[in-house]
């Protein structure tokens, strides 16, 4: 049996209301999702993130959003990216920009220089900025920084907040004030729904007009699920606090067995290991892991918390390759 | 007492500032003819100034091979074997030789890929050693990353040891147009990866990095300003500008152009600062090394602190393939003049398409 620990997947199942609510969904799968249930959906998530509910864009997955946000906004400003960021968003940008300027994150800490970023900001700009970071799990922004891209005019922001829930930071209480603030979110993480892909987008003015005919129709499965999760958020806390507990002492482990961990705000950690071919001897024996040399640096590797056992095994392994 | 040895290639990195590739054979002696002067005693009387370790004894090469440089500190040492006036590449394996049969446990080297080669000839992987770059072509990971970094090293004593390769430029695949390191050998060499080289990776010449090639080029060309001195570095990706700008330039060396004309080719830094000095207003184009990210103070040793002392880091214009930069932690100097590293340092801009650019620390 394969442990997956390189897509950074919440190792726990939904509760088993919230897969009943998608198998109900199944019920009338030969009828579109109804714009009730839809608006339900976004009356819930209003309620969650304290964002009027008609700020709020549904997806099949925040990518989707992304990729519109880049089709539509970079046409006449260029791209500000931080590398390494979400390869597939970022891979997308490098061919759809008109102009990107990416802005490299080093070892060992990883932070954004922010008079850097500010200094980019002399010609119209969409940044695109996911925060906390993947695959570093660095927290890039703060309060300071965001607001002072907000007030430049020049500049679109888009925050990209997929594990908000792990990392308890967001920038979406700016959303009323500043029209130039987008944020992407979704509920494959924290929510343990990556099957069932729904992905939301906060609108500041700017965005919020061009989403006004964006197609929301999601399967029903997908739908019911998230509703009755969102109707159930104390189940998610439970999760992430039984994740983040486990990413405590998993990374404890790791430093214990002699690799190299750097702190971050995510349901998945950032190793840097000189032990040759150390993703393929995983594999071997059964785990994944996220190599990050295709994309980026060798010897940096991306590993997701898994349930307790699965953790365990992946230090156990670590320690047989070593030794 | 931990039996260390210590040689010196007193002759490497001599051929960097004249603008030849090596000092193999007989290029060193043009290299002296050429004004060259010796860049190793530097490099490791900064690295054992740094060394605080006391149970070290060494076990040393006669004269610029070693014992005039461990003669200037407090450590222990003897002196073995004899040499000429001039030394070459039998010296360094002949001494290394009788450093292994009495038993030395690491062996500090300071050289280039060349000496690297000979010591793998002797050690193989049966004795550690730290290398500390001093030559023109240091394509391998064997070497630490500076002077300083060699001395922590060596000073962190562990007996953790890890392979390294020894690779030299394939001058085939040069002539061929590509550039290309193959490997000849591994080192064992203390396990401190972060203080080691990064393997410098050859250029990918698929047609991926073609196209990137091609469109930095296109971008540099429709931004070339008149009236000013353009200095080429080595590599594909600048031989690819050369080609959009109209000019042939050669794949080892440096070369300058001006309003579309080439006016130096294969330059030494006494080229280079003539040069600087005839026009009004000079930039450098160059790629750093994959793999490791160095800009300044490996393979184009031409340009020296004091070339660089006549340039404005605004006029530093840096390009590399999308590939390549984003493998890259950082970008690195050592020149070997720590005012001129300073200078250099911080965000710079790395052109890496027509379209795109990365912002990048120099370290």
Known sequence: MTTKLHMNENPYLPAESIRKAAVKGMENVNRYSGLKYLNELKNLLSKYNDVAADRIVLSHGSDLLLRELINVFSKDRKIIMVYPSFFPVAQYALKQARKLTKIQISPPDFSLDHNLVLSQLDEPALLIIDNPNNPTGKILLDYDLVEKILQNKNALLLVDEAYYEFSGQTFAGLIEKYPNLAIT???????????LRLGYLLTGDNFKHHFADFPAYLSTPTVFAAVEALKKPEYMSAAVGKILREKVKTEKDLATAGVRVFPGKTNFSLINTKIPDFAVKLKEAGILVKDLSDEWLDTYF?????????????????????? | MKKTGLIVNPIAG?????????????????????????????????????????????????????????????FKYDVISTIGKETNADDTKRIVREMADKGIELLIFVGGDGTARDIYDILGLTTPVVGIPSGVKMFSPVFALSTTAAAEIINNETDQFIEKEVLDIDEEAFRAGKLGAKLYGYLKVPKNPSLLQGKKEPSNVSKPEELSKKEIAQYLLENIENDALYILDPGTTLATVAEKFGVQKTLLGIDAIFNGQLVGSDLNEKGLLELIKKYRKTKIILTPIGGNGFIFGRASKQFTPEVLKLIDKKDIIIVATEDKISRLDCLRVDTGDIKTDNKLQGFVKVITGYKTETLIEVK
């Open chain 1, 185 to 195: 979110r979704t509920m494959d993480k924290a929510f343990s729904l990556a099957g």
């Open chain 1, 302 to 323: 991306r590993i997701s918390i898994g349930l307790p056992e699965e953790n365990e095994l992946l230090i156990s392994t670590i320690k047989k390759i070593i030794n």
């Open chain 2, 14 to 74: 001599m051929g960097g500032s004249v603008g030849l590739k090596g000092t193999d054979g007989e290029t060193y002696k043009k290299a002296l003819e050429l004004g060259a002067v010796p860049t190793t005693p530097q490099r490791i009387e900064d690295t054992l100034v740094l060394i605080n370790r006391k149970d070290l004894y060494f076990i040393t090469a006669p004269g610029k091979m070693g014992e005039d440089y461990l003669k200037k500190f407090d």
